[in-house]
């Protein structure tokens, strides 16, 4: 859902507005001025922002001249929410550059779907691998394999890295190394697959002893194996199979 600020200097109707929004899904935020309106979209980088014209001070047009005028928020939609409501003024509104125009009272039915068609198109959530090994050499290499990829690349120097990070965010797949000081592999991936059970879990591993990597793949607590060394195609390869599996097991 999309971050919204609402540049309004009536507390009813900023309470008004960020309900609606809340009740919507969407996160608003909120400023009660045209100067504090601009500092935040500096610092907030909303989606879209909904601006009163009449704003004291700094007035809409002020702020949406400083929204524009800025490379990394002049394509955010600015709409004027405005009780202007004489003959031209609409007209007037839209030709300074205002993306959009809602006139004042506002409609509660139709508010958040009259600010909703001004919102770019949802990206589709990119994809992600997490890779966990203790050698940061070897990190290195595997990420710089996988660079210029349409998925994210996320990297752990240990077992407790990697799953504080899987707290903090879910991954599609992850590739872990066995021999890790503290937490083994498998450990590790016992943990994932508890954790989140969709995730694709993949062992890389230069080990001769694969007793415990082959019970683990038995148990499911792994995919697959593969062994170190391991070709940047070879690899790029078994991410795409993993990422299949995944969505998958994500529909079932």
Known sequence: MARILIIEDNPANIELMSFLLSAHGHTPLTAPDGARGVAAARSERPDLVACDVNLPGMDGFAVLAALKAE?????????????????????????????????????????????????????PPQRSVLLVDDDGFMLGVLADMLSGQDYRVLTAASGADALALLAREPVEVIVCDQSMPGMSGTELLAEAARRQPDTVRLMLSGQTDLAEIEAAVAAGVADAHYAKPVAAGELRAYLEEAFRLHARRARV
């Open 71 to 123: 490379p990394e928020l002049a394509g955010v939609p600015v709409l004027a929410v405005t009780a202007l409501a004489m003959a031209g003024d609409r007209e007037h509104v839209l030709a300074a550059g205002f993306d959009g125009y809602i006139s004042k009272p506002i409609e509660p039915e139709s508010f958040v779907a009259e600010l909703e068609a001004f919102l770019p198109p949802s990206a």
